[in-house]
Nanobody, 120 residues
């Protein structure tokens, strides 16, 4: 069974930094695209950043220039470096990965979420 486990959330003042990490474990062939989503209280879950297996990245406009997504394929990990944090970044952050379980078989997995709180 495949699991995604996040770490690195917490409380930080506006202007501060946090680094989120997500590690995939279990039995699988490879990991395709990976991503970070976030869900603020009372709002829908939204995409924050994506990274392909070839390390191409994309970001939502509100985090461009402040957040950096990266992956360590050898460790089956994806990271999100968050700088210059703002109160609007407060949310539960979720790791997402599209994982190849076998030939022509893929499945999307979610982590359990990690809370990021930015105080003003």
């Amino acid at each position: 069974q495949v699991q995604l486990v996040e770490s690195g959330g917490g409380l930080v003042q506006a202007g501060g930094s946090l680094r989120l990490s997500c590690a995939a474990s279990g039995s699988f062939v490879s990991i395709n695209d990976m991503a970070w989503y976030r869900q603020a209280p009372g709002k829908q879950r939204v995409l924050v950043a994506t990274i392909t297996s070839g390390d191409s990245t994309n970001y939502v406009d509100s985090v461009k220039g402040r957040f950096t997504i990266s992956r360590d394929s050898a460790k089956n990990m994806v990271n999100l470096q968050m700088n210059n944090l703002k109160p609007d970044d407060t949310a539960v952050y979720y790791c997402n990965a599209n994982i190849a379980l076998g030939l022509f078989v893929t499945q999307t997995y979610w982590g359990q979420g990690t809370q990021v709180t930015v105080s003003s």
